[in-house]
């Protein structure tokens, strides 16, 4: 008998269905992961609206951050993964061919021969079960996994993902280190993040801003190692920063903000001579009107933050078994997968913070 996988299956723009899906058999290179929990991001609300991809990738499983535990491996790719039945793992998104030189040299998020990646991938590709909004997902012979400890709650060791993201653009790109002084715009999920990440790379100056709404957030920066916290509506952040250092400014910028486009002129204003401006708030394609003389007279560094890779995951993943940052509280809401919808709208009209659906519904918040 078919086992019967419960996935949430987006059917087009605003539309999910709960649907019941053959669990597939696997052979020697493939393997099944049990969800524990999958992260909704910012994507997800796009997505959900319909504004990513196009139409004829419907029906779809999506969920691209998901945490879980190896059901079953095939004995070649048990040896390849180095994983057993019963370990927990953390699931990249993407599934590249790792022979294309972008893969050999590192740089498999841009890979030229994609597999595939989960929470995007049509149903009809089989087997079918690509999205973390299910019970189980394939585990595709490319499939880039990491071990992780299984005695941490599923919601918060799901955050390994916004976590890498912080990683990743605060010290990977931003090369924030010892001593610097980091200017986070924007406190959302990322820019939470972006503070343990550079408070772990040992940063010296902490600034995070936000609207007068994020206040919640602003205090949770200061809780996980922000020095400053500055709400550009009552402030003026260029101003705060400059007498936060004395005038020597921030090393490193991070902009994480949706849409908005000041960030990215106080970024050029706020960001010290030699240092660097990381971008990583999306415009919504739209033009930024920039002064590009302050760049050349500063000598700044832009780098436009493209994902995530293996060392930031792997990173994130010692940096939450370290238990070092109370993550807790950071958790708001944990949804199973029937609720899916709610999930989302909770994360997309700003109450929810950290929001994660566990399919089997026994998320502990
Ligand atoms: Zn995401
Ligand atoms: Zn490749």
Redesign the pocket.
Known sequence: MTQTVRAAVQTGPGAFELRGLPLPKIGPDVGILRVEACDVCGSDVEQFKGHLGRPEMYPLIPGHEPLGVIEAVGERAAERWGVQPGDRVALEILV?????????TGR?MS????QGAHGVTPLSREPGLWGGFAEYMYLHPNAILHPMRGDIAPELAVMFNPLGAGVRWACELGGAGMGDTVLILGPGQRGLMSVIAARTAGAGTIIVTGLTRDAGKLALAAEFGADHTVDVEQEDVVERVREITDGAMADVVLDLTPMAQQPIRDAMEAVAHGGRIVLAGLKGNEPVELVTDRLINKGVTVVGAYGVNADAYIEAIRIIESGRFPLERMHTHTFELADIQQAIEVLGDGEGVHVCVCPDGNGAG
Not at 111 to 114: A, E, G, L
């Open positions: 590249p061919c790792r022979s294309c030189d972008l893969c050999l498999y890979c030229r021969n994609r």
